[in-house]
């Protein structure tokens, strides 16, 4: 069992920035993919950003330009630098991380909440 931990969530104004930080709870594995997704209230959980093990990251259009993700592999630690800040991030976000064996293993996070108000 994989655990997910998150921190580096809350509240800041428009244009403001804030630092999402995930750390999996395993020593002997590396996870394939790790990433983030967010779920803002009445929609569905949407891809922010993941990268898969020593290949390029992928972001959502509305990342792009704005955030930046980055892993830690000695660490198994996936981060997301969120600058510029709008209204419309506003949501719970959930670090992600898939571990491939003889099959595929999905984790999610508890999800942190990310409020963009003035």
């Known amino acids: 069992q994989v655990q997910l931990v998150e921190s580096g969530g809350g509240s800041v104004q428009p244009g403001g920035s804030l630092r999402l930080s995930c750390a999996a709870s395993?020593?002997?594995?590396?996870?394939?993919?790790m990433g983030w997704y967010r779920q803002a209230p009445g929609k569905e959980r949407e891809l922010v950003a993941a990268?898969?093990?020593?290949?390029?990251?992928d972001y959502a259009d509305f990342a792009k330009g704005r955030f930046v993700i980055s892993r830690d592999y000695a660490k198994n630690t996936v981060s997301l630098q969120m600058n510029s800040l709008s209204p419309e991030d506003t949501a719970v976000y959930y670090c992600?991380?898939?571990?491939?064996?003889?099959?595929?293993?999905?984790?999610w996070g508890q999800g942190t909440q990310v409020t963009v108000a003035p």
């Open positions: 395993i020593s002997t594995l590396r996870p394939n993919r």
């Open positions: 992600y991380a898939r571990v491939v064996l003889v099959r595929v293993f999905d984790y």
């Open positions: 990268v898969t093990s020593d290949g390029p990251a």
